[in-house]
């Protein structure tokens, strides 16, 4: 008989479930999460928004398309971990905040500037929804905290993902190095 190590995260069947690309890229990742949801799903870089009084990352769902806002500006590794927070915040199903407060002057000028563009006027996009959005603060810290565990399990599980491709051997060590992971690699941790 053999032994089968216990989900030991209440995350790990949907971590399972998502279709991870190996090599991980994150337009690939976002390809399949679309897929998986039936909808479009658009990367919106968020131009000036660093030193503001920003969020770094933003989910904004439309009728028609979802979309996730980033820090244009931000290393590749955290552009990765902003984008799968808010994408963790859709596959938990935690829904929109609700508008609350109001934007900051550096919010607006920032959005002003990354979002009256001709995306905006095709996706009709309304400078003061986002605006309110990015003055919400309708999240709960448990979903907060929730949304950033999953991001860390997705990357997570993408780094391990690639790791035997990125070696050097010739593809049956690379095989069997992908096998004594799987078998062997760290399980996703608990939460």
């Known amino acids: 008989m ?12 949907l971590v399972n ?13 976002c390809d399949s999460i679309a897929r ?8 919106v870089p968020l131009e000036n928004a660093a030193g503001q ?23 590749p590794i955290l552009k990765t971990q902003i984008v799968l927070h808010e994408i963790s915040h859709m ?16 919010a607006q000028a920032a959005v002003e500037e990354s979002l009256v563009t001709a995306a905006d006027q095709e996706l009709g996009l309304a400078t003061d929804r986002v605006l309110a959005l990015l ?3 309708g999240y709960t810290d448990r979903q907060e905290a929730d949304a950033e565990a ?11 993902a690639g790791a035997g491709r ?17 078998a062997f690699g760290h399980p996703v941790r608990p939460q």
């Open 2 to 13: 053999r032994w089968r190590r216990q989900p030991r995260s209440r995350f790990a069947e």
């Open 17 to 29: 479930r998502i279709e991870v690309p190996k090599p991980f890229q994150l337009e690939r990742f």
């Open 36 to 43: 998986q949801r039936g909808r479009p799903l658009r990367l």
């Open 53 to 75: 009084d920003l969020p770094c990352g933003l989910w904004i769902s439309l009728p028609a398309v979802d979309l996730v806002f980033y820090e244009a500006g931000a290393a």
């Open 91 to 106: 596959l938990l199903d935690h829904g929109a905040p609700a508008a609350g407060g109001t934007a900051p002057a550096a």
């Open 135 to 137: 003055a919400r603060n």
């Open 150 to 160: 999953l991001a860390t399990l997705l990357l997570e599980r993408a780094t391990r």
């Open 166 to 182: 990125r070696s050097s051997g010739s593809s049956g060590s690379t095989e069997v190095l992908d096998r004594l992971d799987a």
